[in-house]
T-cell receptor, first 115, second 109 residues
Framework: GAVVSQHPSRVICKSGTSVKIECRSL??????MFWYRQFPKQSLMLMAT?????????EQGVEKDKFLINHASLTLSTLTVTSAHPEDSSFYIC???????????FGSGTRLTVV | GIQVEQSPPDLILQEGANSTLRCNFSDSVNNLQWFHQNPWGQLINLFY???GTKQNGRLSATTVATERYSLLYISSSQTTDSGVYFC???????????FGTGTSLTVIP
């Protein structure tokens, strides 16, 4: 149980276009999901907390107008990278928690390349 | 926010050797997990261990919450153990989950 599915796994887009990444909890409902970004040979950095039915909470330094988060249902959160630029190329990964005394489960990640 | 430091940053082992990875955190936590990140980026959950000791095969982990650290033990290492190991913690004052700096492990035959 507690599976998080993330799609797509890999995407290449042109500079200036927008890209949407989906994160789904398959066998549980998640009122809160989390989005992370990881640059090569670095740790995972928390970008934002996605809250079902309300606005996302962004970490300091993360542009909320660039990284749009929508959590429209209890099983789906989306991250849209708007007007992507090469410096947005990174590995993006989402997570959610099934139960209070259970660990966080992560999606398989999305590798974004902006050319 | 909470600071999470891991040591050592890099570790090279001969196959069959044992190792200990450390995770120090700066504030009280109510959740701590250890992960292994494979070459494709997938995070494999190793332990959910906010306190106490757990074992799973050649791996074991201990968290001493009162002293704000956790240890991951790898015994009889194998080449397939290579990769990056992260600890991550959730502050007991919030529900954000923060990752440590990571330990890159290379096991050579």
């Amino acid at each position: 149980g507690a599976v998080v599915s993330q799609h797509p796994s890999r995407v290449i887009c042109k500079s200036g276009t927008s890209v949407k990444i989906e994160c789904r909890s398959l066998d549980f409902q998640a009122t809160t999901m989390f989005w992370y970004r990881q640059f090569p040979k670095q740790s995972l950095m928390l970008m934002a907390t996605s809250n079902e039915g309300s606005k996302a909470t962004y970490e300091q330094g993360v542009e909320k107008d660039k990284f749009l988060i929508n959590h429209a249902s209890l099983t789906l959160s989306t991250l849209t990278v708007t007007s992507a630029h090469p410096e947005d190329s990174s590995f993006y990964i989402c997570s959610a928690r099934a139960f209070e005394h259970y660990g966080y489960t992560f999606g398989s990640g999305t590798r974004l390349t902006v050319v | 926010g909470i600071q999470v430091e891991q040591s050592p940053p890099d570790l090279i082992l001969q196959e069959g050797a044992n190792s200990t990875l450390r995770c120090n955190f700066s504030d009280s936590v109510n959740n701590l997990q250890w992960f292994h990140q494979n070459p494709w980026g997938q995070l494999i959950n190793l332990f959910y261990i906010p306190s106490g000791t757990k074992q799973n095969g050649r791996l074991s982990a201990t968290t001493v919450a009162t002293e704000r650290y956790s240890l991951l033990y790898i015994s009889s290492s194998q080449t397939t153990d290579s990769g990056v190991y992260f600890c991550a913690v959730e502050e007991d004052t919030g529900n954000q989950f923060y990752f440590g700096t990571g330990t890159s492990l290379t096991v050579i035959p």
